[in-house]
């Protein structure tokens, strides 16, 4: 894998599916499928929690943005702290954890796997969401050395 995701979407509509797409236009060539996600990799509590807590900020300033919640100071949007925010659920860290690309080394690499299986071919590291350099850095380097090696 060159670094691939997708989701299993249930469609709705008539459209085809890529398969299906593939298979009427033989002749074409196949396009690349390339899938951005949030990204950590760690391997105690402390930075979990630090990833976690990281995203849950950023996405708080988001909200402000989105729905126009709060201040902007001289370019910076204000925090919206999430027990504001109603139905909110989407931000709890187990929902985090579980639908962004976050986890253990094992975890990613697991998560990347159910990606490539769908047909996903580039996978697009994103791992500044609310972090430090340090954080991003450890994130980034457990990803080089213990994730994409699985799939060399």
């Known amino acids: 894998m060159k670094f691939q995701l997708a989701l299993n979407l249930e469609r709705n509509d008539d459209s085809m599916s890529m398969d299906e797409a593939l298979r009427a236009?033989?002749?074409k060539p196949r396009p690349t499928f390339a899938m951005m996600r949030h990204t950590q990799v760690y391997t105690n509590a402390q930075d979990r929690d630090?990833?976690?807590s990281g995203v849950q900020s950023a996405l708080g300033k988001f909200e402000n943005l989105f729905r126009n919640?709060?201040?902007?100071e001289n370019g910076f949007p204000r925090e919206i702290p999430l027990n504001e925010l109603e139905n909110r659920d989407e931000y709890s860290a187990n929902m985090l954890e579980t639908n962004l690309m976050f986890g253990s080394p094992d975890e990613v690499i697991s998560k990347l796997k159910l990606y490539?299986?769908?047909g996903v071919d580039d996978f697009i590291y994103y791992g500044s969401m609310g972090l430090d350099h340090d954080q991003q850095k450890r994130s980034l380097a457990l990803f080089?050395?213990?994730v994409t090696p699985a799939f060399a």
């Open 25 to 27: 236009h033989p002749d």
């Open 69 to 72: 919640l709060g201040d902007v």
């Open 144 to 146: 080089c050395k213990e």
């Open 116 to 118: 490539e299986a769908l």
């Open 50 to 52: 630090a990833a976690i």
